[in-house]
């Protein structure tokens, strides 16, 4: 089963990862690229933003990875 989830939203890609930790727990990733960037660039930059809490399972982790992503993406706060 796949760890990521592929978004699009205000003109931003965006990948969503959950990764399990050592003590069990499941960290979060969102990594936002533009997407006009992947029409007019040979390069596209990215910027990761870690979530700093742990979670009990995939899909809260997930889930608030989402939720970073989304209002990250609405705000155009990606660091892009």
């Avoid at 870690?50 to 809260?60: E, L, R, T, V």
């Amino acid at each position: 089963m796949a760890n990521g989830v592929f978004i699009e939203r205000n003109g931003y890609f965006v990948v969503c990862d959950a990764v399990q930790l050592q003590n069990g727990k499941w960290g979060a990733t969102a990594m936002f690229e533009r997407k006009w960037d992947h029409d007019h660039n040979a390069l596209v930059p990215g910027m990761r933003h870690n979530i700093k809490a742990q979670f009990d399972s995939k899909n809260d982790a997930i889930q608030a990875a989402l939720a970073v992503a989304h209002q990250r993406a609405d705000a155009d706060d990606t660091g892009l």
